[in-house]
């Protein structure tokens, strides 16, 4: 006989109690298998008449999670799918306005799309999506609040982005401050002003100094923005201290590269390079970090061994030096490159039916550049985002599918002020003009109007009302390292804060117990519908040798 929902949750508390791990919600894989059809299930009494509706699971609400989903309602009839969103937070952080809300430009919550907002049938599951059974079809949920759920899915798309590029360099995930969602970069504001703050009431010289010493790794579109935006607002800020010159503010931006924005044009990177050196930004270039340490770091010449290593005394180091896929890819078991899920390009994982995969964490194939994969940019993501959820809703019958193929729009850079530099469909411009294209494709891109218009009206009040230069109290306490603001350490095998081991997760459902031999068995168990086989797209092609990897291009 087959295993019931009712037994296997008895089995779950077993292994539960067994290894003193977090507790499962035991209670849903019922409800979210093979239980009554809600928080989507797609259980016997999930749909009207008793039918059974395939269950679409998306986990990650950013530039492609959220632009599929959206997309994906407007594809697929109400009752033809069950539509679940796993993610952290309730919203789409902007990150390509990051360095602007660091800046006092644009208030956090303006960058905030909300997902409720902009779904309408979908179902959010709030927590991080810490494993997948590519056999049974079901994905773990570790909730905010640390429990565990199991969720039964009949086309799962995996969109959960990046993670703080960090090289494994000492120091870096428990010293250096990153800048991948809205929590660092309010807290950067507010740690940059304590910063000022002490240094106006500091009565050593060299304790001013290295207060008012500020490093940024990274020379991509993220640092480049960032150190351009800071250098302005912190010269702004002096002024409200009366013991502190504009003159003592020292801005460093640290890349191992020979140029800035390296990605685009050398004219427009040069370009940049002026902007920021009238700043009196200082730019090291081939340099690498060795150290980051709570008051200093360490630098020396990129390939260079025998030179000798310089010592920064600072009290800030950010970090924009990259990124790299979400460590859940590396949990599944199938092939990646550099991380990132191989998939083909209809975003389908080969011999995984029903699995697909997009964004930062995928391996995107482009046709347009001899299947080298896909830049790790808002651009791509977005676009990628219309074509996987035209392919989604294609393997449950509606509509056909279609190869990704990217035409590269160009790229925006905001340096703050009157300064911008910006390609726009291989268009070389800077200055005003850059500006104009600047803001004019950050408010497009919002796509939310209730967003768009606060962003607006913030650039236009950052342009007659003097910043507020209050910090807001995020500042205070212990600093939380990159690991601990980006929660790294919920994945399987992730670091903890200061390195410990995580605590260990518990498994599925059907780990430690007899696996059912027979697909009724499995469907009763996990809630897996009987015809989740049926699809309209061809079958995925077998898998291909890997790729080479793009170097990583920032947010785009």
Same mark, same amino acid.
């Given at each position: 006989?087959?295993?019931?929902?009712?037994?296997?949750?008895?089995?779950?508390?077993?292994?539960?109690?067994?290894?003193?791990?977090?507790?499962?919600?035991?209670?849903?894989?019922?409800?979210?298998?093979?239980?009554?059809?809600?928080?989507?299930?797609?259980?016997?009494?999930?749909?009207?008449?008793?039918?059974?509706?395939?269950?679409?699971?998306?986990?990650?609400?950013?530039?492609?999670?959220?632009?599929?989903?959206?997309?994906?309602?407007?594809?697929?009839?109400?009752?033809?799918?069950?539509?679940?969103?796993?993610?952290?937070?309730?919203?789409?952080?902007?990150?390509?306005?990051?360095?602007?809300?660091?800046?006092?430009?644009?208030?956090?919550?303006?960058?905030?799309?909300?997902?409720?907002?902009?779904?309408?049938?979908?179902?959010?599951?709030?927590?991080?999506?810490?494993?997948?059974?590519?056999?049974?079809?079901?994905?773990?949920?570790?909730?905010?609040?640390?429990?565990?759920?199991?969720?039964?899915? =009949?086309?799962?798309?995996?969109?959960?982005?990046?993670?703080?590029?960090?090289?494994?360099?000492?120091?870096?995930?428990?010293?250096?401050?990153?800048?991948?969602?809205?929590?660092?970069?309010?807290?950067?504001?507010?740690?940059?002003?304590?910063?000022?703050?002490?240094?106006?009431?500091?009565?050593?010289?060299? +304790?001013?100094?290295?207060?008012?010493?500020?490093?940024?790794?990274?020379?991509?579109?993220?640092?480049?923005?960032?150190?351009? +935006?800071?250098?302005?607002?912190?010269?702004?800020?002096?002024?409200?201290?009366?013991?502190?010159?504009?003159?003592?503010?020292?801005?460093?931006?640290?890349?191992?590269?020979?140029?800035?924005?390296?990605?685009?044009?050398?004219?427009?990177?040069?370009?940049?390079?002026?902007?920021?050196?009238?700043?009196?930004?200082?730019?090291?270039?081939?340099?690498?970090?060795?150290?980051?340490?709570?008051?200093?770091?360490?630098?020396?010449?990129?390939?260079?061994?025998?030179?000798?290593?310089?010592?920064?005394?600072?009290?800030?180091?950010?970090?924009?030096?990259?990124?790299?896929?979400?460590?859940?890819?590396?949990?599944?078991?199938?092939?990646?490159?550099?991380?990132?899920?191989?998939?083909?390009?209809?975003?389908?994982?080969?011999?995984?039916?029903?699995?697909?995969?997009?964004?930062?964490?995928?391996?995107?194939?482009?046709?347009?550049?001899?299947?080298?994969?896909?830049?790790?940019?808002?651009?791509?993501?977005?676009? &990628?985002?219309?074509?996987? %959820?035209?392919?989604?809703?294609?393997?449950?019958?509606?509509?056909?599918?279609?190869?990704?193929?990217?035409?590269?729009?160009?790229?925006?850079?905001?340096?703050?002020?009157?300064?911008?530099?910006?390609?726009?469909?291989?268009?070389?411009?800077?200055?005003?003009?850059?500006?104009?294209?600047?803001?004019?494709?950050?408010?497009?891109?919002?796509?939310?109007?209730?967003?768009?218009?606060?962003?607006?009206? =913030?650039?236009?009040?950052?342009?007659?009302?003097?910043?507020?230069?209050?910090?807001?109290?995020?500042?205070?306490? +212990?600093?939380?390292?990159?690991?601990?603001?980006?929660?790294?350490?919920?994945?399987?095998?992730?670091?903890?804060?200061?390195?410990?081991?995580?605590?260990?997760?518990?498994?599925?459902?059907?780990?430690?117990?007899?696996?059912?031999?027979? %697909?009724?068995?499995?469907?009763?168990?996990?809630?897996?519908?009987?015809?989740?086989?049926? &699809?309209?797209?061809?079958?995925?092609?077998?898998? &291909?040798?890997?790729?080479?990897?793009?170097?990583?291009?920032?947010?785009?």
């Amino acid at each position: 006989m087959p295993p019931t929902p009712a037994s296997v949750r008895r089995i779950v508390r077993s292994v539960t109690a067994r290894r003193g791990a977090a507790p499962v919600d035991v209670s849903r894989v019922g409800a979210d298998g093979a239980g009554d059809g809600r928080d989507g299930g797609g259980g016997a009494g999930g749909a009207a008449g008793g039918g059974q509706v395939p269950r679409v699971v998306v986990v990650g609400s950013g530039f492609a999670g959220l632009r599929l989903l959206r997309r994906l309602e407007g594809l697929l009839p109400a009752d033809a799918a069950r539509l679940t969103v796993v993610s952290p937070v309730d919203h789409l952080p902007y990150t390509s306005l990051m360095p602007q809300v660091c800046a006092s430009s644009v208030e956090p919550r303006h960058l905030a799309v909300a997902t409720r907002g902009a779904l309408r049938r979908t179902v959010l599951r709030l927590g991080h999506a810490v494993a997948v059974d590519t056999e049974w079809h079901t994905v773990t949920v570790r909730g905010n609040d640390g429990t565990l759920t199991v969720l039964g899915w =009949d086309r799962l798309v995996l969109a959960p982005g990046s993670i703080t590029r960090t090289f494994d360099i000492p120091g870096v995930r428990a010293h250096a401050i990153g800048l991948k969602n809205l929590t660092q970069a309010v807290y950067l504001r507010d740690h940059v002003l304590r910063q000022l703050e002490t240094a106006d009431a500091a009565p050593d010289g060299a +304790q001013r100094r290295a207060l008012c010493t500020f490093v940024v790794v990274g020379g991509g579109y993220t640092g480049t923005e960032l150190v351009a +935006q800071m250098t302005r607002f912190t010269r702004r800020a002096a002024a409200n201290y009366p013991r502190l010159r504009a003159e003592e503010i020292r801005w460093v931006l640290v890349d191992h590269a020979p140029a800035i924005l390296h990605e685009l044009a050398p004219a427009l990177g040069r370009r940049a390079a002026r902007v920021l050196a009238e700043r009196g930004v200082e730019i090291r270039l081939r340099t690498a970090v060795t150290e980051v340490g709570e008051r200093t770091v360490r630098l020396r010449g990129a390939g260079d061994a025998d030179r000798d290593e310089e010592t920064i005394e600072t009290r800030t180091v950010v970090w924009c030096a990259g990124v790299d896929p979400s460590p859940l890819m590396a949990t599944l078991g199938l092939p990646t490159v550099h991380g990132r899920l191989v998939v083909d390009e209809f975003f389908r994982v080969a011999g995984v039916d029903g699995l697909f995969a997009l964004g930062d964490a995928a391996a995107v194939p482009d046709l347009t550049r001899a299947g080298a994969p896909a830049g790790q940019t808002a651009q791509h993501a977005v676009r &990628q985002a219309g074509v996987a %959820a035209r392919n989604v809703a294609a393997s449950l019958g509606h509509g056909t599918i279609r190869p990704y193929r990217h035409h590269d729009l160009g790229f925006v850079v905001d340096l703050g002020g009157r300064d911008a530099v910006a390609n726009p469909l291989g268009l070389t411009l800077h200055g005003l003009p850059a500006v104009a294209v600047t803001r004019a494709y950050h408010a497009y891109a919002l796509n939310n109007g209730s967003n768009r218009a606060r962003v607006l009206t =913030d650039w236009i009040l950052d342009l007659v009302i003097p910043h507020q230069i209050v910090q807001l109290g995020f500042a205070r306490g +212990q600093r939380p390292g990159i690991a601990t603001a980006e929660e790294t350490s919920v994945y399987p095998g992730g670091r903890a804060p200061g390195g410990q081991e995580p605590a260990a997760m518990t498994p599925p459902p059907h780990e430690g117990t007899s696996r059912p031999e027979d %697909a009724a068995a499995r469907d009763t168990a996990c809630g897996t519908v009987a015809d989740r086989g049926t &699809q309209a797209a061809p079958p995925a092609p077998a898998a &291909q040798p890997a790729p080479a990897a793009a170097p990583p291009t920032g947010t785009g």
